[in-house]
C-alpha cells in the first residue's frame, strides 16, 4: 500500500506538468501579443524564414533581360528608341538628372516551336494603365523588370491583371530583342513615360547578355563599384494569407502588414475595369 507522501507525490506531478503548460502558454501569448502590439509583424512566411518580402538590396532574379526592342527611351533629345542609343548617349532620369550610357546588354532569343516560353514573352503595359498620362503608348518589357511606382521597385510580372497589362507581344515574330541601360548608378530612366530602372551590376551578372565579351572589354575587372538600390524593392507573394492564418484572432485584427504591391495591383486592376468600361 502506498505511503501519503507517495501518494501526494503523484497527484502532484500532473498538476506540475499542467501547470507548467499553462504557465509557458501564457507566457507565449503574452510575448506575441506584446510583438503586435510594439511592432510589425513579417508579411510573409518566407520574411519569417528570414528572406524579406519587402526590403532594400533585393535585387531581383538572375534575368536581366529588360526592354523590349522599340521602347522609347526620353534623352535630352527627346525619345529614342533603345536600340538607336549608343554607348555615351545621355538619357535623362526620373530625378532630373543626365546621364551618360555606359554599355547597353542586349538579349537575343530566337522561336524555336509554335510558341514562346512564358519567362520570355514581355509584359505589355497598355498606354495609361497606370495613370491618365502613362505609358504614353504601349510599354513592353520583360517579366522581371522592375518599375518604379509610389517609390517603390515592382516586378512587371506582378502588375498583370489580365487587361491592361499582360503577357503579349505587339507582333508575331521569329526574334525577341530586349536590351538593357547601364548607367554609373542605379537609376529609374523614363520608358514610354514609365519610370523603369536601369541595370543594376553586380558581381557578373552582364554574362547574362548575349554581347557581354562587349562589356569586358569595355569595363576591365574591378571597373565599376558595387551598385546601390535606387529604391527600395518589392515582390507579389501569398505568404501573408498563409502567416496570418497562423496567428490568433485578436493579434491579426491589430497587425499593420507593409503590401505595397499588392496595393499597387488592386488598383490598377480597377483602373482597367474602369477603362473598358
Request: glycine share 8%; net charge positive.
Amino acid at each position: 500500500m502506498s505511503s501519503k507522501k507517495e501518494r501526494q507525490a503523484q497527484i502532484n506531478g500532473p498538476r506540475r506538468h499542467f501547470l507548467g503548460l499553462a504557465a509557458a502558454t501564457g507566457a507565449k501569448i503574452a510575448a506575441l501579443s506584446a510583438l503586435a502590439a510594439t511592432t510589425v509583424l513579417p508579411s510573409s512566411i518566407a520574411q519569417a524564414m528570414g528572406t524579406p518580402w519587402w526590403k532594400k538590396g533585393d535585387h531581383g532574379g538572375g534575368d536581366p533581360m529588360c526592354f523590349l526592342c522599340g521602347t522609347l527611351i526620353m534623352t535630352p533629345a527627346g525619345e529614342i528608341a533603345i536600340e538607336s542609343l549608343l554607348i555615351g548617349d545621355f538619357v535623362k532620369t526620373v530625378h532630373g538628372k543626365t546621364m551618360a550610357v555606359k554599355w547597353i546588354g542586349r538579349h537575343l532569343y530566337k522561336r524555336n516551336g509554335a510558341s514562346w516560353p512564358a519567362s520570355v514573352v514581355p509584359i505589355r503595359i497598355a498606354q495609361h494603365a497606370i495613370d491618365q498620362r502613362t505609358p504614353n503608348r504601349d510599354l513592353y518589357v520583360s517579366p522581371g523588370h522592375r518599375l518604379l511606382i509610389d517609390g517603390v521597385l515592382i516586378r512587371a510580372k506582378d502588375l498583370v491583371n489580365g487587361i491592361s497589362i499582360a503577357p503579349a507581344l505587339p507582333d508575331d515574330r521569329e526574334m525577341i530583342e530586349y536590351y538593357h541601360v547601364l548607367l554609373d548608378t542605379h537609376e529609374a530612366i523614363l520608358a514610354e513615360g514609365v519610370a523603369a530602372e536601369t541595370f543594376f551590376l553586380r558581381s557578373n551578372n552582364h554574362e547574362a547578355f548575349t554581347n557581354f565579351g562587349e562589356y569586358a572589354r569595355l569595363h576591365p575587372a574591378g571597373e565599376h563599384s558595387v551598385m546601390t538600390p535606387l529604391a527600395p524593392s518589392a515582390v507579389l507573394d501569398s505568404g501573408r494569407e498563409q502567416l496570418k492564418a497562423l496567428l490568433p484572432v485578436g493579434i491579426r485584427r491589430v497587425l499593420q502588414v507593409r503590401e505595397p504591391v499588392r496595393k499597387t495591383h488592386q488598383r490598377l486592376a480597377l483602373r482597367a475595369e474602369q477603362m473598358i468600361s
